[in-house]
Nanobody, 111 residues
Framework: QVQLVESGGGLVQPGGSLRLSCVAS????????LHWYRRIPGRQRELVATITTDGTTKYADFVEGRFTISRDDAQNTVDLQMNKLRAEDSAVYYCHIFIHWGQGTQVTVSS
């Protein structure tokens, strides 16, 4: 059974940084585009960032250059470096590969 496990969430002050990581098992990441989504309470899950198999990256408009998605196919991981965090970035963040989802990691941005 494929398993995606996210880590790296937590509480951070506005303007701070967090690095999320997702490690996958029983699936070869190198064959897929990799994604980070988030769900803000009361809203639908939304796409944050994508990295394709050839390393092309795409970001939601709200990212505004603050986040960086990266992949390490040798380690079967996909990371999301988040800088200049804002209160409105508070959400549960999920990695998504093919049809599979992780359990999510909570990010809270608050002073």
């Amino acid at each position: 059974q494929v398993q995606l496990v996210e880590s790296g969430g937590g509480l951070v002050q506005p303007g701070g940084s967090l690095r999320l990581s997702c490690v996958a098992s029983r699936i070869d990441n190198s064959e897929y585009n990799l994604h980070w989504y988030r769900r803000i309470p009361g809203r639908q899950r939304e796409l944050v960032a994508t990295i394709t198999t050839d390393g092309t990256t795409k970001y939601a408009d709200f990212v505004e250059g603050r986040f960086t998605i990266s992949r390490d196919d040798a380690q079967n991981t996909v990371d999301l470096q988040m800088n200049k965090l804002r209160a409105e970035d508070s959400a549960v963040y999920y990695c998504h590969i093919f049809i599979h989802w992780g359990q999510g990691t909570q990010v809270t941005v608050s002073s």
